[in-house]
């Protein structure tokens, strides 16, 4: 239900922006801290000792607790808004991309992975600017979207803390997830260009 009392939509609707993007909101101020976080967990990660990799997996399990609760606060205080379903999922992309990119770098982290991830996010950052800026609409991430998210969260931490027996398993369902959600985002972008979905 939303705050009047209507159904909600279903997630494959955009919303339609009539007034411009309200960014000053409490769900998105979290989200700009998940963002920041990047930085520290990047110096962490930096040095030689168990005991920072142990730090920056303690500050990334914090970010992941941010994000439930800007989705809980953005819900329960009536603060679902467009500028939220681009700050948010935006908050992600900084970190999981900034992070993977390290642990490629320095970790063996899958390279092809990650131009997968960093290519299907620069496509939705296009595609969320052209949406917006031609249709005055913005699309909120959808069940594939997060479950992505949440399955590079556990793969980078798994990197993180070298568990070797869970890379596999791990990077096979990041993977799997990761290309659900290119079809998933291919297929709204087409229905909403030839009308099938509306806002």
């Not at 000053?24 to 990660?45: C, Y």
């Not at 992505?148 to 096979?172: D, E, P, R």
Request: a positive charge; one cysteine or more.
């Amino acid at each position: 239900m939303t705050a009047d009392g209507g159904a909600r939509p279903p997630a494959s609707t955009p919303d339609r922006v009539e007034d411009g993007l309200r960014l000053a909101t409490l769900p998105n101020l979290l989200s700009v801290v998940r963002m920041l976080v990047l930085v520290p967990a990047l110096h962490l990660l930096r040095r030689d000792d168990p005991g920072s990799d142990l730090g920056a997996v303690v500050l990334l399990t914090a970010a992941g607790v941010t994000d439930l609760l800007d989705g809980w606060l953005a819900r329960h205080r009536g603060a679902v808004s467009p500028s939220g379903k681009i700050v948010d999922p935006l908050a992600d992309k900084v970190l999981i991309g900034g992070l993977v990119l390290y642990l490629t770098i320095a970790r063996d982290f899958p390279l092809w992975l990650v131009l997968a991830v960093l290519a299907r996010d620069l496509a939705l950052m296009l595609g969320a600017w052209w949406f917006l800026r031609r249709d005055k609409v913005v699309f909120g991430a959808d069940w594939t979207g997060k479950l992505t998210t949440f399955a590079l969260s556990l793969l980078i931490l798994v990197h993180i803390l070298q568990w070797k027996t869970w890379y596999g398993l791990m990077t096979i369902v990041a993977t799997t997830c990761l290309a659900a959600s290119y079809v998933s985002y291919g297929w709204r972008a087409i229905a909403w260009r030839s009308g099938r979905i509306t806002a």
